[in-house]
């Protein structure tokens, strides 16, 4: 999907909303656990009952690994059904990747080619050689990790190596790369403050932004200093809409939690 077609979507549906679909199969309603394929059957209803207000869908692969060969053909039939019924979304790997060049080829082919996402989710720190593979791939988006929402992200990312932080010394470097028009980046909403001074290197680059609900971030704070004049936004919510509910109306508590985010969105463009 090209830049272009995401930016439609998100004025056409008034929301840049990512919904996580963070599957444990200990949250999920119990009478799913029946079916022959529980996380599909949950993503599948997710997804029929939402895809109207989101613009991308972020499985994090984790929780679909934890399940071994069943868990990763669950996220197979997930994307498949999301390119099928809603070739419009944006689809998000979450597996923070990133290996010398030729591992890092393969982890490309694996998420854009064999399972046909959109993007995935790179970890910056093996340097230039270990992101360019996934970069070479034409309308795919590496979605490199800037500033994360975690406590963590100040043991590294925000020391001084040694004249500014390390997490800028990623962004500028990261935008001298080939191909770098396909980078995209994580800021978590948890570090909103930092957005008006990220903004000053990548002005205009799409950020993935995780951290709303469950963790605390705000919506209002990240737009008012990472919104660019095409959005240049997709915020990202896992456990607050995925698991409003553990009863039958699971899907429709998500949609709920999902209506209430798009409308603050849709408010934010229009003012
Ligand atoms: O790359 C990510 O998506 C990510 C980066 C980050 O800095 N923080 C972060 O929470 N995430 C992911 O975003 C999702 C957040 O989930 P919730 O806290 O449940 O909304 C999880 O899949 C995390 O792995």
């Given at each position: 999907?090209?830049?272009?077609?995401?930016?439609a979507?998100?004025?056409?549906?008034k929301?840049?909303?990512?919904?996580?679909?963070?599957?444990?199969?200990n949250?999920?309603?119990?009478?799913?656990l029946?079916e022959?394929?529980?996380?599909?059957?949950?993503?599948?209803?997710?997804?029929?009952?939402?895809?109207?207000?989101?613009?991308?869908?972020?499985?994090?692969?984790?929780?679909?690994?934890?399940?071994?060969?069943?868990?990763?053909?669950?996220?197979?039939r997930?994307?498949?059904?999301?390119?099928?019924?809603?070739?419009?979304?944006?689809?998000?790997?979450?597996?923070?990747?990133?290996?010398?060049?030729?591992?890092?080829?393969?982890?490309?082919?694996?998420?854009?080619?064999?399972?046909?996402?959109?993007?995935?989710t790179?970890?910056p720190?093996?340097?230039?050689d270990?992101?360019?593979?996934?970069?070479a791939?034409?309308?795919?988006h590496t979605?490199l990790?800037?500033?994360?929402?975690?406590?963590?992200?100040?043991d590294?990312?925000?020391?001084?190596?040694?004249?500014r932080?390390?997490?800028?010394?990623?962004?500028?470097?990261?935008?001298?790369?080939?191909?770098?028009?396909?980078?995209?980046?994580?800021?978590?909403?948890?570090k909103?403050?930092?957005?008006?001074?990220?903004?000053?290197?990548?002005?205009?680059?799409?950020?993935?932004?995780?951290?709303?609900g469950?963790?605390?971030?705000s919506?209002?704070?990240?737009?008012?200093?990472?919104?660019?004049?095409?959005?240049?936004?997709?915020?990202?919510?896992?456990?607050?809409?995925?698991?409003?509910?553990?009863?039958?109306?699971?899907?429709?508590?998500?949609?709920?939690?999902?209506e209430?985010?798009?409308?603050?969105?849709?408010?934010?463009?229009e003012?």
């Open positions: 999907m090209t830049t272009k077609q995401l930016i979507q998100i004025h056409q549906k929301s840049f909303l990512c919904i996580g679909l963070d599957v444990d199969l949250k999920i309603p119990e009478h799913l029946q022959e394929d529980p996380i599909f059957a949950f993503n599948k209803a997710i997804i029929d009952a939402t895809h109207h207000l989101a613009v991308a869908y972020k499985p994090n692969t984790a929780f679909y690994e934890a399940y071994g060969l069943k868990g990763w053909r669950s996220l197979a997930t994307i498949e059904y999301l390119n099928t019924n809603h070739p419009e979304i944006f689809t998000i790997a979450d597996a923070k990747r990133g290996d010398i060049g030729n591992t890092s080829t393969m982890y490309a082919k694996a998420f854009f080619e064999d399972l046909e996402f959109d993007s995935v790179v970890a720190y093996m340097g230039k270990s992101v360019e593979p996934f970069l791939f034409e309308d795919k979605i990790l800037a500033l994360t929402s975690n406590q963590g992200a100040f590294f990312q925000t020391k001084k190596v040694p004249e932080e390390l997490y800028k010394e990623v962004l500028r470097t990261s935008i001298t790369w080939k191909n770098s028009e396909n980078l995209m980046y994580v800021v978590g909403a948890t909103a403050e930092f957005l008006q001074e990220i903004r000053q290197i990548i002005p205009q680059s799409f950020l993935l932004v995780p951290g709303v469950a963790q605390g971030g919506l209002s704070e990240v737009c008012k200093y990472g919104m660019t004049k095409d959005v240049g936004l997709l915020i990202n919510s896992s456990r607050g809409i995925i698991y409003a509910s553990k009863g039958k109306d699971f899907a429709q508590a998500a949609a709920e939690k999902a209430a985010l798009q409308k603050a969105m849709a408010a934010i463009l003012d």
